[in-house]
């Protein structure tokens, strides 16, 4: 689904990610761990085509073709989609027409907001006063509405309170085919800061990030572990 | 009256304040009287565009004047008056409190001329506790090339009542140059509602001086929505407005276009006078490569006052100019006064944001732009909502 070939990455003049190699092929999860300022949304944020985040070397591979030089819309077209930590707001555009844009013209969107109980946003601007659990829950909304087949989330547990934690994890579910036993289509790349998303959903590899590059792979679930018992450090030691 | 008409005199060389001065001798005065019949499809069209339908069953009231003739003119509600101004004025018990007493006849040369050199206008009034539901259409177009047309409008709320005007002013599709001068003035009783919306449409070398003025009593309540999405020379309007009695409201918003070679100056002052008052001067202006200048001025006489002045610009183009003036005056403590004035393009993380859902970068920039003037208005009725809406998106396809 998702190939990485030594990619180096600058913005605005420095150079955060320093050659990262990553395969995720279909039906796989993988979630992405990493300190502040690892890089690690400046990885999915070059991975949707982000005009800030300057490729200076390597690859992307989605779906086979090189993505490299494509738009963001190019790559949504092809099946990528992303969720936002820190979305801008959409003066006068409410969320009903955005999962409208989402959903290209379906009204798909709007039934999956009731089914979310999230159907009173409809007609805010979007993002405009939401909380940080209500952004979440809309960029998962807009997401489901766009149904595509590598689903890049960044930290999609942030901000979201207790009661909303189960609703968050039941949408990225969904996203990613959880329900289905085999032939699972969609792909996901996740940040995660607090590996909640585990008590979630089964994730089939983990990665550290660190210092741009791409560290120690494995079961997601032992190496959240190990990071909550040595820290990242010991994991950049380690450097399975 | 007849010190009306000294004072009148003595400015007619007056400039205004603001915007370009215009030699009034340039443009000619006179005009072949127009029938509705001698409008082509094109012209039908462009009427249709800024709001005027005759055809359509839901209206109060209609007014249409083409340069100085009166082509339209009907009240199909009984607690409504509409009349040519020319006709009312024969009646001097019924405008002897409401003519020149919003607007200074000595404001300045174009004031000055819409007295002493009047086409016509239109006198409408909402009786007494009359709530006319459906809009009043008043449409004041310009069709022979070079005229000037003067207007005069007076247009009264009576207590208790409740009054919606959409009106187009337009110059015919086929007209280079023209001069709009159009003194209108407002009277808004105690308890009384008016909503006037303008949705401008008019040529690239027409002039346009609309010197308004309105009179806000007690609990009264005035809306002024301004749209003018199309090309136009120079347009210089600055209405004044007095809140004079406790909980008067007045509510100002303007949806800009200035496209290459336009240049538009639009304000509104306010001053609010009694405890209670409220108002709010709320500015969209997009330049497409023109010139906009947004001024806004609330004055506080009283504490309990509370105000609010709000404009926001985007340039399209590299040549575009946006110039915000808001301006505050508090003359008290106790009052609530606020702005904010925000001038720049479109980020670049919204397009991508929007991209990164689907959309082409062309679709992604029309999407923000058409959200950026999709002002919804408090107290609209949903068919003049459609209007503004409708105008927005006619315009929209041409920005981008």
Redesign the interface.
Known sequence: MLELKDLWVEVEGREILKGVNLKIEQGETHILFGKNGSGKTTLLLTL?????YKIINGAIIFKGQDITAF???E???LGM??S?QR??T????RLR??LT??G?GSGRGEILATQYNFAEFLDR?VNRGFSGGEIKKSELL?LLA?DPDLVLLDEPESGVDVENLNVIGQMIKELLQKKLKRHRQKSGLIISHTGFILNYLEADKGHILLEGKIHCQGNPREMFEEIQRHGYEECARCRR | MQKIEEKAKKALKKKATYGEDIELEKFIRQAEPVSYANLDPEEQKRLHQTGLDLSKQEHSGAFFQSDCSVVHCQSTYKGLEVLPIKEAIQDPEKIKDYCWRAVSVDTDKYTAAAELDLDNGYFIRALPGEKVIYPVQACLYIRKEKFAQHLHNIIIAEEGSELHIITGCATSPHLVSGLHIGVSEFYIKKGAKLTFTMIHNWGEDVYVRPRSGIIIEEDGVFISNYISLGPVRSLQTYPSATLAGRGAVARFNSILVAPPGSELDIGAKVTLKAPGAKAEIISRAISAGGKIIARGLLVGEVPGIKAHLECKGLILSEKGIIRAIPELEGQASGVDMSHEAAVGKIAQEEIEYLMARGLSEEEATSTIVRGFLNVQIDGLPAELQAEIDAAVKESEKALI
């Open positions: 949707m085509g982000f005009s800030r738009s963001p819309h790559r949504a077209k989609g992303i936002f979305p801008p959409l003066h006068g555009v027409d955005m844009i989402c290209n601007e807009q766009q």
